[in-house]
């Protein structure tokens, strides 16, 4: 459990100790309320019972090189949603696949544009250009399920392979467009705007996307500072404390957050991209089928396409992939302290590195 953490890093070895007070720190805090009688019953209720919320043990997690943090504290979890919606995802899905689909993304060879470069096509999935761009070389992966829900290992194979011929393809067509950028939003919760399966892909001019540019010099800084890969050193702390994911690969590495930007945050990292693919696959099929995730989103940021002034020697491809939440909600996950102070989190991030422990089973 995530209060134990203290202790966890108390009883560390030297060695990774050193790593933990080199990129970490964790703060304990107490809250106690005193409730009136009367709220006894609503209490009950919503949280099981009064002695569960009077003495409140909070933890504050932070990434001393990133300024990543998050705030864990369980009782969140179980906050009751006021404005829930009662509907069944499926019927909403299945109701707005074939003429209702007005993106055209049922009939995306007819009902979508392309790129002046045409269309890159896969296996299960095809190339489009985005109507709406956030970036000049701004494509959509349209999967052959409108169910973003139906996937399978070939099928995260084949998105991946896919976007990266795209991302060839951009890069044939405008040279200096070296920088991709790989998302996956799966339903209105994680932001996207149609419900059929899809995927979208960017490549910028100039620069990296500020987040990731940021990440590019914080692990330049750290090897610089530390002689160390930083990737590596915040895999090792929390392998140590039991939640890496064990991926039997030389070149492909995975863990549960810490530091998550919001619930059930998975960071995987490596080198090659058919690996990564399937522990993509792993975690996504876990977070969908054990942990009833509908809503989730995807990135992957990938080396350049050509050389670049800066170097990018210290930072891998990085996948991260986190739930966002009940569909059927009307409440929104991220609020003013996501956005200006820190993360609030009701997932325990050892509770999730036990579910996964299954995908990736010791040899």
């Given at each position: 459990m995530?209060?134990?953490?203290?202790?966890?890093?108390?009883?560390?070895?030297?060695?990774?100790?050193?790593?933990?007070?080199?990129?970490?720190?964790?703060?304990?805090?107490h809250?106690?309320?005193?409730?009136?009688?009367?709220?006894?019953?609503?209490?009950e209720?919503?949280?099981?019972?009064?002695e569960?919320?009077?003495?409140?043990?909070?933890?504050?997690?932070?990434?001393?090189?990133?300024?990543?943090?998050?705030?864990?504290?369980?009782?969140?979890?179980?906050?009751?949603?006021?404005?829930?919606?009662?509907?069944?995802?499926?019927?909403?899905?299945?109701?707005?696949?074939?003429?209702?689909?007005?993106?055209?993304?049922?009939?995306p060879?007819?009902?979508t544009?392309?790129?002046?470069?045409?269309?890159?096509?896969?296996?299960?999935c095809?190339?489009?250009?985005?109507?709406?761009?956030?970036d000049?070389?701004?494509?959509?992966?349209?999967?052959?399920?409108?169910?973003p829900?139906?996937?399978?290992?070939?099928?995260?194979?084949?998105?991946i392979?896919?976007?990266?011929?795209w991302?060839?393809?951009?890069?044939?067509?405008?040279?200096?467009?070296?920088?991709?950028?790989?998302?996956?939003?799966?339903?209105?919760?994680?932001?996207?705007?149609?419900?059929?399966?899809?995927?979208?892909?960017?490549?910028?001019?100039?620069?990296?996307?500020?987040?990731?540019?940021?990440?590019?010099?914080?692990?330049?800084?750290?090897?610089?500072?530390?002689?160390?890969?930083?990737?590596?050193?915040?895999?090792?702390?929390?392998?140590?404390?039991?939640?890496?994911?064990?991926?039997?690969?030389?070149?492909?590495?995975?863990?549960?957050?810490?530091?998550?930007?919001?619930?059930?945050?998975?960071?995987?990292?490596?080198?090659?991209?058919?690996e990564?693919?399937?522990?993509?696959?792993?975690?996504?099929?876990?977070?969908?089928?054990?942990?009833g995730?509908?809503?989730?989103?995807?990135?992957?940021?990938?080396?350049?396409?050509?050389?670049?002034?800066?170097?990018?020697?210290?930072?891998?491809?990085?996948?991260?992939?986190?739930?966002?939440?009940?569909?059927?909600?009307?409440?929104?996950?991220?609020?003013?302290?996501?956005?200006?102070?820190?993360?609030?989190?009701?997932?325990?991030?050892?509770n999730?590195?036990?579910?996964?422990?299954g995908?990736?089973?010791?040899?």
């Open positions: 995530i209060t134990h953490l203290p202790r966890l890093v108390a009883g560390l070895p030297p060695s990774v100790a050193a790593l933990w007070r080199q990129l970490f720190r964790v703060d304990v805090s809250g106690t309320i005193h409730p009136p009688d009367r709220m006894h019953g609503w209490i209720r919503a949280f099981g019972s009064v569960a919320v009077l003495h409140q043990e909070i933890i504050r997690v932070t990434n001393l090189w990133t300024l990543e943090g998050a705030i864990f504290n369980r009782i969140r979890g179980l906050r009751p949603q006021q404005g829930r919606y009662q509907s069944d995802i499926d019927q909403i899905i299945a109701a707005s696949a074939g003429p209702q689909d007005e993106a055209g993304f049922c009939t060879e007819s009902g544009p392309e790129d002046r470069f045409g269309r890159v096509r896969g296996r299960y095809l190339s489009a250009s985005n109507v709406a761009k956030f000049g070389w701004h494509g959509v992966l349209i999967f052959d399920q409108h169910n829900l139906n996937f399978n290992l070939e099928r995260v194979e084949d998105y392979q896919t976007a990266g011929r991302f060839d393809a951009v890069h044939s067509a405008d040279p200096q467009a070296i920088y991709p950028f790989f998302i996956w939003n799966s339903l209105w919760r994680s932001g996207a705007s149609v419900i059929h399966g899809h995927a979208q892909m960017s490549v910028s001019h100039g620069m990296a996307y500020p987040k990731v540019e940021m990440l590019r010099r914080t692990a330049e800084q750290y090897q610089l500072q530390n002689n160390s890969n930083y990737f590596q050193d915040v895999w090792r702390v929390h392998r140590a404390l039991g939640l890496s994911l064990n991926i039997h690969s030389d070149n492909t590495y995975g863990f549960v957050s810490l530091t998550p930007v919001k619930e059930k945050e998975v960071v995987l990292f490596g080198n090659d991209p058919q990564l693919a399937q522990s993509l696959y792993h975690v996504l099929d876990c977070f969908v089928t054990e942990l995730v509908q809503s989730f989103n995807v990135s992957m940021t990938l080396p350049p396409l050509t050389d670049t002034p800066e170097s990018w020697d210290n930072l891998p491809t990085i996948v991260r992939i986190v739930d966002r939440g009940d569909p059927n909600s009307r409440g929104s996950d991220i609020g003013a302290m996501e956005l200006y102070a820190a993360t609030v989190v009701a997932s325990d991030p050892f999730i590195a036990n579910a996964l422990a995908r990736f089973p010791s040899r």
